[in-house]
């Protein structure tokens, strides 16, 4: 049976389903946790720093070791972060803070700024939003925007905002969605921004871009602007 693990503090917390059995049961002093594969791991009401390191596995505030076979990760309702693993990471933003990522069976919710990890990671705007940052870390990175009406910023290095979507830094590549985006560079610098369908603007008033590529039979209407001194 699905098993859910709730911390509470420090190395300290309830679990439920045990043996199918719907009552809490309170364990304490304990530093790691290993669940089933599907189950479910969430943490206090604190800012809390989730971070995986393998398939179902990582380490997260208020627990002193590590935590194993979490399949579903919870943040509580203070600021939570979640780091993907140090591989190729591909992320799904699908809801409010909440969606999906390599390495992580299930889901994860909650969790107000998503971090990849030391390679590569790409980012895909599912009809969600995250309240914070999504942050690509080291490595070379790529965000997606959704397949609806889309507005870009680039105003600092690899940085910017993304509606909908949220607050992106640390982002190599941006990708537009199937019907109209708008890109404005203001300031900083993006190394590509592809987009395949849709009618699309590009506005540059300051910064730098390394390359576009508008390509699809739809894109007859897009244009690129420049004002300024770039």
Known sequence: ATKSFNITSSNTGTITGLGGVATAFNWSAIS?????????????????TWTLTGSNAGTVTNL?????????????????????????NTWSINGGNSGTVTNLSGTFSAMENVTGGTT????????????????????????TG???????????????????????????NIVGGNT?????????????????SGNNTITQSGGTIGSVA?????????????????
């Open 32 to 48: 790691n946790l290993t669940g089933g594969g599907t189950d479910t791991l969430t943490n206090t009401n604190t800012t809390n």
């Open 64 to 88: 002193s070791g590590s935590f194993a076979g979490m399949g579903t990760l919870t943040g509580g309702s203070g600021t939570d972060t979640l780091i993907g693993a140090n591989a190729v």
């Open 120 to 143: 590569t990671d790409g980012f895909t705007i599912n009809g969600g939003t995250i309240s914070g940052t999504i942050d690509g870390n080291a490595g070379t990175d790529t965000l």
């Open 146 to 172: 959704g397949n609806t009406t889309n507005t870009w910023t680039v105003n600092g290095t690899g940085a910017g905002t993304l509606a909908p979507g949220g607050n992106f830094t640390a982002i190599e």
């Open 180 to 196: 109209t985006d708008s890109y404005s560079i203001t300031a900083g610098s993006i190394t590509s921004i592809v987009d395949t």
């Open 214 to 230: 508008l390509t699809g039979p739809t894109q007859v209407n897009s244009s690129i602007t420049t004002t300024g001194t770039q």
